[in-house]
């Protein structure tokens, strides 16, 4: 690297390192921050060498990031921005912490990609989903795939790998390559994880007609957009590899949007010549990520922590959750975004018949949605009330950003 990367680097290490020493979080943004502040080119001077795949997408981004850095290291040590730090800051940090490592995994905000793709020079790109998240500040997910696209274009040679079932990551993933340019369409490989979430994807976002869905096909009725053929599929409790093989998926993450993630990060572990057999055994060692699916034992409850920030990850939430007393909080600080009215895109009927408690800055914005879906629910101050409110056995907390946080730091940072 040149000298004034370096010494950028070396600062940047040291900034994040006193800011845990003095008790400020993991230091990553504060870290890549001054890192770039000296050398605006750091994150490319610190990719350079490194073989890297990008993870992006509105859900899902750090547990696969996290299942893909598992696989991956069967080839050698992984640099990965493991704790959620997923703007280029973060990675900056991630890289420079990290220090020479033959690979890297990085989680990407969706906002950032474009960025992160010039900077970084990856050899692989995972795209997840797209759906609407943080009404008051996010990107409308028609005009986010946009921006993919237009990224991908000018990276005609980063490999891709992309979610079959979601048309708006289809067509973001396949731009129209242009001979007369000299561009050609990337190459992508394809994998199913499912779609529970429909609500921003009827529209084709090519030609704007309707699209139909039947039996896992999607279509659109106007244009040839439809769903590809994925090399890459869950099968039962296991993951269909493009060769045909079956591998069982034993994993400590609940839930089919979890075999969906471990699909992912085998498809992009392969991009690296990972052989899936090599990697299955890995994924399994993945217990909680950053306090998500984390259980504690307490007073006699068992508690379980699920992490959902937006209608999409909502409905997964339910999908996961055990049929159990259930503690939902939500608040709306910076981090959560500002504006609650997502609320009612969430079909919150699948907890009717279970005993269910609300906390939280916006407990009330939970009150009255419950309310409006018929189902009744106790308002409880805090969190050592709702332990106390329910029997003993298993407690399911379904909380958004920050009030997961806050249930985490009441477990003591569980991780
Ligand atoms: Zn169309």
Not at 14 to 38: C, E, M, N, P, Y
Not at 163 to 188: E, F, I, L, R
Not at 281 to 296: E, I
Request: charged share 20%; net charge neutral.
């Amino acid at each position: 690297m040149p000298m004034r990367a370096k010494v950028a680097s070396s600062v940047s290490r040291t900034a994040a390192a006193l800011s845990r020493a003095a008790g400020r979080g993991d230091g990553s943004v504060i870290g890549g921050w001054i890192g770039l502040k000296i050398d605006p080119d750091l994150l490319a001077h610190l990719s350079a060498g490194r073989a890297i795949a990008l993870v992006s997408g509105t859900n899902g981004k750090t547990t696969t990031t996290r299942l893909t850095t598992a696989a991956v290291g069967v080839l050698g040590r992984v640099a990965s921005n493991a704790f959620g730090a997923n703007m280029p800051t973060g990675h900056t940090s991630a890289l420079a912490k990290a220090g020479s490592t033959p690979y890297a995994v990085l989680e990407v905000d969706e906002h950032y990609l474009a960025q992160v793709l010039e900077a970084t020079e990856p050899h692989v790109v995972a795209l997840l989903n797209l759906s609407r998240d943080q009404l008051d500040r996010a990107k409308e997910v028609a005009m986010m795939a946009q921006l993919w696209r237009a990224a991908l274009v000018r990276h005609p040679r980063v490999r891709v790998v992309a979610n079959a079932d979601d048309p708006m990551v289809v067509w973001a993933a396949t731009p129209p390559g242009d001979p007369a340019q000299g561009h050609v369409p990337p190459h992508v490989t394809w994998f199913s994880a499912g779609q529970r979430w429909h609500d921003d994807s009827w529209v084709c976002p090519e030609c704007g007609s309707t699209i139909q869905r039947s039996g896992g096909q999607w279509w659109c009725t106007g244009c040839p957009l439809r769903r590809p053929e994925p090399q890459w599929t869950v099968e039962d409790d296991g993951v269909l590899d493009p060769t045909g093989a079956w591998h069982k998926i034993q994993l400590q993450l609940p839930g089919t949007v979890n075999l969906g993630n471990a699909a992912t990060a085998l498809a992009v572990a392969a991009e690296f010549g990972v052989r899936p057999v090599d990697a299955v055994s890995r994924l399994g060692t993945v217990t909680s990520v950053a306090g998500r699916y984390a259980q504690v034992d307490r007073d006699g409850r068992n508690i379980r922590l699920l992490l959902a920030k937006n209608p999409a990850s909502w409905l997964e939430a339910f999908d996961m959750a055990d049929v159990a007393p259930t503690l939902l909080s939500i608040n709306a600080r910076d981090p959560d975004g500002l504006d609650t009215s997502w609320l009612f895109d969430v079909d919150f009927s699948p907890l009717a018949g279970r005993q269910v408690l609300i906390t939280g800055d916006r407990a009330y914005d939970l009150a009255v949605r419950l309310d409006v879906n018929g189902v009744p629910f106790r308002h409880v101050r805090t969190f050592d009330e709702a332990v106390r409110a329910v029997p003993p056995g298993r407690l399911e907390v379904i909380a958004n950003y920050t009030a997961f946080q806050d249930i985490r730091a009441e477990l003591d940072r569980v991780n």
